[in-house]
């Protein structure tokens, strides 16, 4: 288990607000796939994200250099499966990059 780059609170804080977060196109795709909205994730974001479902951070590789990316494995119960998530935090924004379905339980 790793500890996130990011602490929940702060990410938290900022899934809670529309105005401070975005979603990349692929992953409003995965909600949509999935009968689910960019509400529904803010609020898994919010209420069930923890720590334990933390597994690896790593600098940005495209789009936001200069940040470093979370990686989360969360069982979704709109979805059925185990899903991978990862996130960003740049200008005070929080940037959901990937949402689907986690490869490492297919």
């Not at 979603?23 to 803010?42: A, C, H, T």
């Not at 990686?71 to 185990?82: A, L, N």
């Amino acid at each position: 288990m790793m500890k996130p780059t990011h602490p929940l609170e702060v990410v938290r804080c900022l899934a809670e607000d529309e105005g401070t977060c975005e979603f990349f196109k692929p992953v409003l795709q995965m909600l949509r796939e999935n009968k689910m909205d960019s509400d529904d994730l803010r609020e898994i974001i919010m209420t069930e994200l923890g720590e334990h479902h933390c597994f690896d951070t790593q600098p940005t590789r495209k789009y936001y250099p200069s940040t470093v990316s979370d990686y989360f494995s969360i069982w979704v119960d709109d979805c059925g499966t185990q899903m991978f998530l990862k996130y960003l935090i740049a200008n005070n924004r929080l940037v959901v990059t990937s949402f689907k379905k986690d490869a490492r339980y297919a």
